[in-house]
């Protein structure tokens, strides 16, 4: 497997709409096959991907708790194998899997710890893994990852926003996930010129940014009419700067 890729943020900053862009990168350099993860319970990948989905790994989970005194050991891991390979939604260059949420009362802890490790012996088959994280970075760790090799911390053009990426970096640090490299993504930015306000918050936060995406109207179009990611053009400000920060990544390694 070549990249692990996270992209974090607190709510509302654009982190599906850049994980999309992202994944149609790596398509479109040839760096397949790409696993994408939607790890956010408010599942929005598939439809700015313009992907639909059959099963949530939440539901699997569900499923593994209902299943869980019948079935024992080699069956329990089979069970699971099978219903995670069902779970994918396959695409060309890359596959989608979607947490989603858990659903009904009860322990998951058995279905969690197995489910982690069906995720990342998932992920070897794959050259990178890119995953549309949840806000702030627990979701990430706990369910699919066990270090991270790039991640993006998403903020809006705000000094609130900033100072939130920078509270997030903070807990990858407090909670011992490994990062090889992180900065930080300032999405909407008008004129893609930041403020002096939120450029002095960027400074404080110490993270590297990585670019100041510029307010588009391309996307702007997709979060209001649920247009997919696709039909955002090839020159559109937005595309343009994500294409730029991953392939600055990639060919630096």
Do not use: W
């Not at 890359?94 to 279905?111: L, T």
């Not at 809006?156 to 011992?176: K, N, Y």
């Amino acid at each position: 497997m070549g990249f692990t890729i996270a992209v974090t943020g607190k709510g509302g900053v654009g982190k599906t709409t850049i994980s999309a862009l992202l994944i149609q990168r790596l398509v479109a350099r040839g760096e397949t096959p790409v696993l994408a993860v939607d790890a956010d319970s408010n599942a929005n990948l598939g439809e700015a991907l313009g992907v639909t989905f059959a099963a949530t790994v939440g539901g699997i989970r569900e499923d593994a708790r209902k299943e869980a005194n019948m079935l024992t050991g080699v069956a329990k891991q089979e069970f699971l194998d099978l219903r995670v390979q069902e779970a994918l939604a396959e695409q060309d260059g890359y596959d989608m899997i979607v947490m989603g949420r858990p659903e009904g009362p009860g322990c998951y802890c058995f279905a969690n710890n197995v489910l982690r490790d069906v995720i990342q012996r998932l992920a070897g088959n794959y050259r990178h893994v890119l995953v549309d994280s949840e806000a702030g970075l627990e979701h990430v760790s706990r369910r699919t990852l066990l270090k991270i090799d790039l991640l993006l911390i998403v903020s809006d053009c705000t000094v609130r926003g900033v100072r939130t990426a920078g509270r997030i970096a903070q807990l990858a640090d407090e909670m011992g996930t490994p990062v090889a490299t992180r900065g930080l993504l300032v999405n909407r930015v008008p004129d893609g010129v930041l403020p002096d306000g939120v450029a002095a918050a960027v400074a404080e936060t110490g993270l590297t940014l990585l670019a100041a995406i510029p307010l588009d109207a391309h996307v702007a179009a997709l979060d209001a009419g649920g247009i997919a990611v696709g039909d955002i053009p090839t020159d559109a400000p937005a595309r343009v700067t994500v294409n730029r920060v991953l392939d600055e990544f990639l060919n630096d390694k």
